[in-house]
């Protein structure tokens, strides 16, 4: 046996096989991605607690239907704005400006799952602005005060809250993205009905 020689692909949580260089809607399972944020670190896991990608994306969603021109379909890109993440890792954003490959691996899977989600895309410049934003709110909140400054410094805060302790249990921090997951694309769908 070749010990050198790697597939092509990855096995995922469910036991799909995820194709990195030519993923399919198909291969995209909700459960799946799910998992893989609310267990993902965001800023490569350097943060005073667990900080998992799906809260960073649930808060951001969260702040898109407070927002007076906020909707369910924008919220659910906001959800799903990163799931490339649950197949390629939370690469730091400084470092992903810098391996262009890896951008276009990550915009290929970007493009599948907006086709399997139904989301918009390319994503409108609001959401580039709202995941610069809250860096600032995060870098308060979940990262150790080091006295470094960062370029977006001066940059607005988004002005949302991390869930100190609820944060770090991933199971409830799945559970509570597939439920605005299945909620709001209900919603988008009109299948769900009005609450009397």
């Not at 399997?116 to 809250?134: C, G, H, N, Q, V």
Request: aromatic share 12%; with cysteine.
């Amino acid at each position: 046996m070749d010990q050198d020689r790697i597939d092509d692909w990855m096995e995922t949580a469910s036991g799909v096989m995820f194709h990195f260089m030519d993923p399919k809607p198909e291969q995209i399972v909700l459960e799946d991605v799910a998992l893989a944020l609310s267990r993902t670190c965001r800023y490569g896991g350097h943060t005073k607690r667990f900080y998992s990608v799906a809260e960073h994306t649930i808060l951001m969603a969260d702040w898109v239907l407070d927002q007076p021109w906020g909707d369910y379909k924008k919220a659910l890109t906001a959800l799903h704005h990163d799931d490339a993440e649950a197949y390629i890792g939370d690469l730091p954003r400084p470092c992903k400006q810098n391996i262009p490959q890896f951008k276009a691996i990550e915009t290929g899977i970007d493009k599948v799952l907006a086709e399997r989600f139904s989301l918009e895309y390319p994503f409108e410049p609001w959401l580039k602005t709202a995941d610069t934003a809250i860096l600032i709110d995060e870098r308060a909140q979940v990262m150790n005060k080091s006295g470094n400054t960062w370029v977006i410094d001066k940059h607005p805060p988004l002005g949302v809250k991390t869930w100190w302790l609820l944060g770090r249990w991933s199971w409830w921090v799945r559970n509570e993205w597939l439920s605005r997951h299945h909620e709001w694309t209900a919603q988008v769908d009109g299948t769900q009905q009005p609450t009397l």
